[in-house]
């Protein structure tokens, strides 16, 4: 069964103060990888998707890359408005989310 | 270009009462996917409907039930409710039928079964 598993729960940073998200995955077969952006009382945002080991993107302060087992979301000098839940989802035959991590950014 | 809409917003149930969730896609998207997120959870894929056939379905009984209709709306029915039925229920729209497309999300209809 397709997993997908995100370090940390929460991290809190300071304004500033540049981190990395972790997003494990097990997947027979996989057609993409996805992150996607949670602000609370709304649906989730996309981001970026991943296709293939090596696979890079960036958009702002974010660069999600792509392993075979992982993919990292770096935040390079976060603001308080990067403050939100990155969810990572694999599609193998069907899209499986992880339970994503709970940023805060303080300024 | 209008985004995906949900409604209502918010429900209150009881066990075992039937409810009906709404959704309009984005504009020139053709494809439905609805999802249950727990508190604390990522999203947990129901099922997908592509010109209104289902096109695949997540582990959910049966009494989770949906239609697309032919402007590409659609509804989520749940059937006797039970407690543990309580979350955010996600419409997501896309073009095409591969899964593997980004993915537009409303905001949620609440749900709280009491």
């Known amino acids: 069964e397709d997993q997908v598993t995100q370090s940390p729960e929460a991290l809190r940073l300071q304004e500033g103060e540049s981190s990395s998200l972790n997003c494990s995955y097990t997947?027979?077969?996989?057609?993409?990888l996805f992150w996607y952006r949670q602000d609370p009382g709304k649906g989730p945002e996309f981001l970026f998707t991943l296709y293939s080991a090596g696979e890079e993107k960036e958009k702002e302060r974010l660069k999600a890359t792509l392993t075979k087992k992982e993919s990292f979301l770096h935040i390079t000098a976060p603001k308080p408005e990067d403050s939100a839940t990155y969810l990572c989802a694999v599609y193998g035959n069907k899209l499986v989310f992880g339970a994503g991590t709970i940023l805060r950014v303080k300024s | 270009e209008t985004g995906v809409t949900q409604s209502p917003t918010h429900l209150i149930k009881t066990r075992g009462q039937q409810v009906t969730l709404r959704c309009s896609s984005q504009?020139?998207?053709?494809?439905v996917s609805w999802y249950q997120q727990a508190l604390g959870q990522g999203p947990q894929f129901i099922f997908q409907y592509y010109r209104e056939e289902e096109n695949g379905r997540g582990n959910f009984p049966p009494r989770f039930s949906g239609l697309q209709f032919p402007n590409y709306s659609s509804e989520l029915n749940v059937n006797a409710l039970e407690l543990d039925d309580s979350a955010l229920y996600l419409c997501?729209?896309?073009w095409g039928q591969g899964g593997n497309e980004k993915l537009f999300f409303g905001s949620g209809t609440q749900l709280s079964v009491l």
């Open positions: 504009s020139g998207h053709n494809t």
């Open positions: 997501a729209s896309s």
């Open positions: 997947v027979s077969g996989l057609r993409g």
